[in-house]
């Protein structure tokens, strides 16, 4: 069974620090790119930074970059997502999910983060 067991969410004060950690089990994930997503109340969802199965590679959206660093543990199958000078705007609920058709349907119950101003 596919899980992703995201966590490390919470209440910080804007220009704060939160780092993210997302367990993921059920599938080969040293076999995968991993991704975090992020949905703010009212907003779809989208996507925040992703990274390729060895590391070699990752990728950030623009509003992100700069603050935000993606990485991952293939020992551990977890990946982490280490937030720095945080804004209001951050705000949102935040999920990890392999990359992949396959995975599609899947999503955890995500972790809320709380930037207040």
């Known amino acids: 069974q596919v899980q992703f067991v995201e966590s490390g969410g919470g209440l910080v004060q804007s220009g704060g620090s939160l780092r993210l950690s997302c367990a993921a089990s059920?599938?080969?994930?040293?076999?995968?790119?991993m991704r975090w997503y992020r949905q703010a109340p009212g907003k779809e969802r989208e996507l925040v930074a992703s990274?390729?199965?060895?590391?070699?590679?990752?990728n950030y959206a623009d509003s992100v970059k700069g603050r935000f660093s993606i990485s991952r543990d293939n020992a551990k199958n977890t990946v982490t997502l280490q937030m720095n000078s945080l804004k209001p705007e951050d705000t949102a609920v935040y999920y990890c999910?392999?990359?992949?058709?396959?995975?599609?349907?899947?999503w955890g119950q995500g972790t809320q983060v709380t930037v207040s101003s």
């Open positions: 999910r392999a990359a992949g058709n396959y995975f599609v349907n899947y």
């Open positions: 059920g599938f080969i994930f040293s076999s995968y790119s």
């Open positions: 990274i390729t199965s060895n590391s070699g590679t990752t």
